[in-house]
């Protein structure tokens, strides 16, 4: 068993500076837990405060059950794996995982045994007699995994492992990392700047900003309801699209006029959703669009007849699959990933559909999303009916 949790974590360093302001989780046994976030934002000092590497100003850090604030890293039970994986230069790749645990004075028997259980595990077998010199960038940092793997450690803790490896190599080690997750079951925390390897790897995300836990959830919920506009712009890619629009009320149903005229209808779930806020005619307030819910094929043009805007292609991008659109709206860039058989073309003005089921609207002034419910105890989005929406994509 292996529980993690995190009370009112906060860390100031002794400039004053204040890296991490009030961070709450419960991490559960076995669980893969993403930090994300852009430089600065906290992620590595949160990681090495839970290592013991870095003190905690105030607040409680529990492994299962016991507050370890004061222990020793040693004493924690915890193993960590860094972007530089710090093998020695002069140990073959056995002696670099036997290390650790002839440090903690291992009978040789049960060394033997845990060294070719993490070199079956990472495939490293026939690598064990080499040197890290005569490794490949992956291989080495499936070493330095091993050489955490054979502590058993309560938690495994990793500070951007992949990001000194070619994106290749990194999308193939992700792969092993979740497979290396599905056979130890252990408890994961795993620090990134990439939200593509945050969305992959993990089961849950926190993203930070300015030392701020921005929310707490699943990929896919992180994704469909976003809680204000950091996350939303954050998560991703390509990036949201952000508008400024303008609400309308016309005889109770609810448009967003864009400033090149053109207006939106938002259906009249979210209609609802955004009179009950509050907000009325007049209100000005940021539109969310991912590219993929924008749409020029006929199909969805008809199907939200009421919600199109038009604008000019400034560049197109064909990616085999979809095809992006970059596309001007009045001095506004808006990306739109469209079915590979649209026929728009760089100068032309095209008219896309907004799939008005996939609309987010953020407040202007606080960046908040307006269109989820936040639970005002725990700070987490209330997700009721998420099957309900269209996520509708044409392919031919
Ligand atoms: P990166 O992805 O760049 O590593 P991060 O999110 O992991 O970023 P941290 O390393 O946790 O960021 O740093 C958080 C903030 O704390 C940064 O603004 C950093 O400059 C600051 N910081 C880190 N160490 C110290 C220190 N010893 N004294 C003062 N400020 C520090």
Do not use: W
């Amino acid at each position: 068993m292996s529980e993690l949790n995190l009370k009112h974590i906060k860390k100031v360093y002794p400039n004053g500076f204040e890296a991490v302001q009030d961070f709450n989780i419960d991490v559960k046994d076995g669980e893969f837990v993403i930090f994300v976030g852009p430089s600065g934002c906290g992620k590595s000092t949160t990681l090495r405060m839970i290592a013991g590497l870095e003190e905690i100003s105030s607040g409680d850090l529990i492994i299962d059950g016991k507050k370890v604030n004061d222990l020793d890293p040693k004493d924690r039970n915890i193993a960590m794996v860094f972007q530089s994986y710090a093998l020695y230069p002069f140990l073959t790749v056995r002696e670099n995982m036997e290390f650790p645990l002839k440090i903690a004075k291992m009978p040789k028997s049960e060394i033997d045994a845990r060294v070719a259980e993490a070199a079956r595990t990472l495939g490293l077998e026939s690598l064990l007699d080499r040197k890290p010199k005569a490794l490949s960038g992956g291989q080495r940092q499936r070493v330095a995994m091993g050489r955490a793997i054979v502590r058993h450690p309560k938690v495994l803790l990793m500070d951007e492992p992949l990001s000194n490896l070619d994106a290749k190599l990194r999308g193939q080690m992700r792969v092993e990392i979740s497979k290396l997750h599905e056979k130890l079951g252990s408890t994961i925390i795993y620090v990134t700047h990439d939200q593509t390897e945050a969305m992959t790897l993990g089961d849950r995300i926190v993203v930070m900003s300015d030392g701020e836990v921005q929310q707490i959830d699943t990929p896919a919920h992180l994704y469909d309801y976003p809680k204000n506009k950091f996350v939303a712009g954050f998560i991703g890619s390509p990036q949201m699209n952000f508008i400024d629009a303008t609400i309308e009320d016309k005889g109770g149903k609810v448009y967003l006029k864009l400033s090149n005229g053109d207006e939106i209808f938002v259906g009249d779930k979210r209609g609802e959703m955004i009179k009950a806020k509050g907000y009325k005619n007049g209100d000005t307030v940021t539109l969310g669009i991912r590219p993929e819910d924008l749409s020029d094929h006929p199909e969805m043009i008809e199907k939200f007849s009421d919600s199109i805007a038009k604008g000019k292609v400034e560049v197109y991008e064909m990616l085999g699959a979809t095809s992006n659109l970059y596309v001007d709206f009045d001095g506004t860039q808006v990306t739109a990933s469209v079915d590979p058989t649209s026929k728009a073309r760089v100068g032309d003005t095209v008219e896309l559909a907004f799939n008005y089921d996939r609309i987010h609207l953020f407040d202007k002034d606080s960046g908040n999303n307006i269109l989820v419910d936040v639970d005002p105890a725990t700070g987490t989005v209330i997700v009721e009916d998420e099957i309900d929406d269209d996520k509708t994509q044409i392919v031919e």
